[in-house]
């Protein structure tokens, strides 16, 4: 035996042939590679000149777009014509409530006319009834004797005998006998001495003044001892009267006396007047 039989060998193991050729082959195509790249130099890259389109869609947009705003106009004019409505349906209800309105104060004012009118009647046919009973007066007079003793009571019945004018002015003061006397009282159913003097005058269209002054000067003067129906007597002197009253004939007057006897019918004899004036 060889002494150096034991001795490890250092030699590599072949290694297999097809594993080599396999192996010289890579190398030699990468050294290859490795060689046309550098034999053509540094590689420089080129700028992109292709344009990409992108896809278009802006048709399919605008239809869409446009459905949009139609809707949007739509729902707007709805809106405003039921805003138009509902301003007509409230306005109509306001006119429909002031017509009622209207028409139940037209309902009123007429009932409470009727009512006037039936009123006025009332009084007038009341007033006419009183007028006809007084056609025929009667007055009741007493004396004293100048012994100082009191005579018998004597009735004398009379009619005034006006006419024309003056019997509707008579007929008219007769007419209110009964009624209050109230300062500045005008009628119809209260009077003063004057305003019923005027209103009695104004029945033949005559206006006098509204004062007892002015009145006992708005005619000719005339006597105590001449007078006719329809003359006004005046208490006081004439101009500065502090009482009017209305001559109706026999010896009677109609005046407003005062709030305690209202409207009176009285002979002379009751409360001499100092003067009368005749305007008729």
Known sequence: ?????????????????SKTALRAGVAGGVLSTIAVAGAAGPAQAEPVTQTIEMPTITAGLSTTVAASAAATQQVALDLETQAHEDAAATSAAKDAKKAKAEA?????AKKKAEAAAAKAKAEAAERASRAAARTTLQTTTTG????????????????THATGSAASIVAFAQAQVGDAYVPGGTGPNSWDCSGLVQAAFRTVGIDLPRVSQSQSTAGTQVSLSNL???DI?????????????IYVGGGQFVGAQNSSTGVVQRPLSYDMP???????
């Not at 035996?1 to 042939?17: D, F, G, Q, V, Y």
């Not at 004293?144 to 009619?159: C, F, I, P």
């Open 228 to 230: 006719q129906p329809g």
């Open 144 to 159: 004293t004797s100048s012994s100082g003793s009191t005579t018998a009571a004597t009735t004398t019945s009379y009619s």
């Open 1 to 17: 035996m060889s002494h150096t039989a034991l001795i490890p060998s250092h030699r590599k193991p072949r290694r297999n042939a």
């Open 233 to 245: 007597l005046y208490w006081g002197s004439a101009g500065s009267a502090y009482h009017v009253g």
């Open 274 to 280: 100092t003067g009368a004036v005749r305007v008729l």
């Open 104 to 108: 139940v104060r037209k309902a009123e």
